[in-house]
């Protein structure tokens, strides 16, 4: 059996999580918006407000605002020059879209900016950055991936390094004459949790750069930052098995060259899917082909993100309570009228996993109860042997018993998530 997991505060879940809002095709009931389709509450759903075929919810995974330099520069993009370098944005050289970022560093000076907001991220997350780079005349124009807490920079090879001098990462160009722009591309891994010092999160910068007094003008256009996906999950829905869902993704918005990367098999109430290899890929749909009519599509949560193997698994299958919803009146004399329940029966779930030491022990609730702040951030578990999915949380407390000499135990309990309540006629 093996255990799947995605956790670690409220930023596992790539749809919802970038400035770019998630988008549908067909029309959201207006009692159910989209914002409930990532609100960390499955029992808040999203609903398309009538059925119909070929429904989609789509989602633009890059976490940098404003990477295409359209809005007002300092919105999003503090000024970092200096001497008698300038950033500012220009119309007359530009990849997509009406403006870039140009850099002139000038004689003895720096042209620079970077974020104004840090991108929180968990240690250990992958991410690709990628930006369209053109440079005019000799030198180096790019971009510095730095995080704030550490004062560290990505270096070309792909380490955070204590930043010094004009290090840049490997998204740039350097003594390119073409004068055309290019797509630079790096992919990166966040330092582990033990490297940045015990800290859960962190904020990444990016930051267009160039210090380099040959270079005429540089041009940074279309910057993101976009991480890897392995995970989808739909927590809660009411999915006919009729219906045929497929799971794709592209870098192009408009979806024409899709590349489909998994067709759903439906499940109640979660479904999921894994991916073998993680992929870097801006956007992200769930196309719903072929659903009925007679009734609407309704999700409690939409999640995508990057599932780790849990280090140890667990034994003997595990177990599972269930509790079914209700809505309940109770008039003043006492009486009780149930009004509703809920579609789906609240789980918990129970896994035990035998160990042989302790340090194997503290392995295993490093790894995820502390991923997850014992409870106070939710966690999705994907028992693959099983083929089910819960979104829940860990209780406050857990349980590592020690009953015979050099035979520890202990296992990982999660309360699901309640899921949405309809109340019919
Ligand atoms: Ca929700
Ligand atoms: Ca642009």
Known sequence: MTLHYMSGGTRFNAVGRGPNAVTVSGTAHASFPIANMHSYRPRQPFSW?????????IVDVDLCPDGGFEGTLATEWQDSDSGDGASTQDSGVKSAGTYSLKLVPGASGVAARFLVNSVQVRPGERFTVRAQIRQDGTGEVGVRIYIQEMNQALNPSGAFVTLSGDALSGVKTSADTSAAFELKTQT?????????????????LLWPYSSDSTVTAGYVDELELIPEINTLAVVGNNWPGSVAPVWRSDDDSAFGSAVTRATLTIAKPNIYSLLETGIYARYWDVKLTGFPNVDVPRMGE????????????????????????????????????????????RRSARWVFPSQAEAEVTEALDELIEACQHGENPVVVIDDQDGDCIFGRVPPSYTVTHAHVEQWRHELSLIEEPHMVWIDG
Request: net charge negative; proline share 4%; aromatic share 10%.
């Open 49 to 57: 407000n009538a059925g119909a075929t070929d429904l989609r919810a």
């Open 188 to 204: 990166f891994t966040i330092p582990t949790r033990a490297e940045l010092g015990g800290a859960r999160e962190v904020g990444l």
């Open 302 to 345: 939409l999640v995508m993100g990057y599932s780790e193997t849990l280090a140890a698994a667990p034994a003997w299958g595990f177990e599972r309570t269930y509790r079914r919803e209700q809505l309940r009146f109770n008039t003043p004399e006492g009486d009780v009228h149930t009004d509703g329940l809920s579609d789906f029966r």
